[in-house]
């Protein structure tokens, strides 16, 4: 038996690893979901001398674009422990949350501590929606990591904690059992990956179930072909992937063009599972299970789903290995790093104090690793206990060759790329590989035109010349 692996994240090291989840979302339209306090007789939380009283009741609003309540279990032990605060959950739909948020805000409805990536910072920031996080108690943690810590401040001011993140993710999931009974082998190229396709084929088995009923991950097998684009240009200089695409030298679709036609190509040959066109992810990995498909590419989150859970280890045992592509021409495999969930802290709460007191909370090292491992997701400032079935992807990642590229595309402006995923999903209903990167690039237009470009091309020049 696997023993089990302790990971943290440490961006300078491949030592230390972390995994991410996209958000686990599996909904089309905006939901709203409200979570009832539990009431206690005591409030043994509230000995500070505050300006809110610890026997009056004070409401909080809480965003995510969890839908599936994965931060319930938070909330409510939180308002167990603080009888005298209610807090609201609403979850909006993970592929376009930005945008909902964003609506919500100009509204005036600003949550008193919610969820975004990175990307959403500058502009929370500019805009006078959130405020920096001096002085809030578990900081400290975030601190000590200078990647993490410039990614997520604007001016010398940190304005998120990074809930989570992920190195080399997606994996491809398998049954070892059945690679074993035919004598498989896990491939580590893309060329590699695709032969595993044909084998799978020729035994009469479906080699490959999607997941694009969860819009986010439409794109997920082949996703890393888009960044390993953009590391290519990132070899020039750190973010030279950004601002070739900001200043036009190269178009957007021209990093998604390879990731799209290899969709395309993997549908025409019917590797993948037609079945699995409308399912979301855990559907996807129960029909893994049931041996409809033989690999599953997706996230760290699998091997803590219900579907492998309740599997039968007579017939099922999970395997995972990183999602192969090619290595770059100074001879390195470049593996994608980044932040996913960011929670921030509104600047104009009515109720600070109890915002602070309940972001402080979410962010302990208890509350945190209990929220990371039931969801089978590993911290970018906490350890944590990882799954034993990412064995072989720690021992890759730790190799020579392997480099980790922390946050490609970070530094591009919010919305850039909105429609994305919906394109990739019309790729399997059979629509144009062509027509879809021209509407890629239409939509970045239209985007940008209401960015003032010049203002983030300087913030590259500026940070390339440091």
């Not at 949550?111 to 929370?124: A, R």
């Not at 082949?222 to 290519?232: D, E, G, P, V, Y």
């Not at 009515?350 to 945190?368: C, G, H, R, T």
């Not at 929220?371 to 799954?387: C, F, H, K, P, R």
Request: aromatic share 10%.
């Amino acid at each position: 038996m696997l023993k089990k692996i302790i990971c943290t994240i440490g961006i300078t090291s491949l030592l230390v690893m972390s995994l991410s989840a996209c958000g686990n979302n599996n909904s089309s339209d905006p939901v709203s979901t409200a979570t009832d306090p539990v009431s206690t007789a005591n409030d043994t939380s509230s000995t500070e001398s505050s300006t809110e009283s610890s026997t009056e009741n004070i409401s909080l609003n809480y965003v995510s674009w969890m839908t599936k309540g994965e931060d319930l279990p938070v909330l409510d032990s939180f308002m167990e422990e603080n009888s005298n605060i209610r807090i609201t959950n609403q979850s909006l739909d993970g592929s376009n949350y930005e945008q909902l948020l964003n609506t919500m805000m100009l509204g005036g409805s600003v949550p008193d501590v919610f969820l975004v990536n990175p990307s959403m910072i500058p502009d929370l920031v500019k805009n006078g929606y959130i405020k920096p996080l001096d002085g809030i108690a578990g900081i400290e943690n975030q601190s000590k990591n200078q990647e993490i810590t410039r990614l997520l401040s604007v001016d010398g001011e940190t304005y998120g904690f990074a809930i989570n993140g992920s190195i080399g993710d997606p994996f491809v999931y398998y049954n070892t059992l059945f690679f074993e009974e035919h004598n498989l082998e896990i491939p580590t190229t893309l060329e590699e990956f695709e032969q595993l396709l044909t084998d799978i084929a020729a035994l009469g088995e479906t080699p490959l179930a999607v997941s694009p009923g969860d819009l986010w991950s439409a794109m997920y097998s082949t996703r890393q072909i888009f960044f390993n684009k953009a590391f290519a240009l990132n070899m020039v200089a750190p973010h030279n992937a950004e601002l070739s695409i900001l200043t036009g030298e190269t178009k957007l679709s021209d990093l998604y063009r390879e990731s799209f036609e290899k969709l395309s190509y993997y549908m025409s040959n019917d590797w993948i599972s037609k079945d699995t066109l409308s399912m979301g992810w855990e559907q996807s990995a129960q029909y893994l299970v049931d041996g409809g498909a033989q690999l599953f590419v997706s996230g760290p989150w699998v091997p803590s789903s219900t579907p492998v859970a309740e599997s039968e280890p007579e017939v099922f045992e999970l395997g995972a290995f990183p999602l192969p592509y090619e290595r770059l021409s100074d001879g390195n495999y470049y593996a994608n790093s980044s932040v996913d969930r960011v929670l921030v802290l509104s600047a104009n709460s009515e109720n600070p104090e109890a915002a602070q007191k309940f972001f402080e909370y979410f962010i302990s090292d208890d509350v945190l690793r209990e929220y990371l491992e039931s969801q089978g997701l590993t911290g970018m400032n906490i350890e944590t206990v990882a799954d034993p079935v990412f064995e072989y992807s720690y021992k890759f990642f730790n190799e020579e060759n392997v480099v980790l590229n922390f946050a490609v595309m970070s530094k591009m402006p919010p919305g850039y790329n909105a429609n994305v995923n919906q394109y990739a999903a019309d790729i399997y209903t059979g629509s144009n590989v062509d027509e879809l990167l021209e509407r890629i690039d239409a939509d970045y237009e239209a985007a940008m035109s209401t960015v003032d470009l010049q203002e983030y091309i300087d913030a590259i020049k500026e940070l390339q010349n440091k």
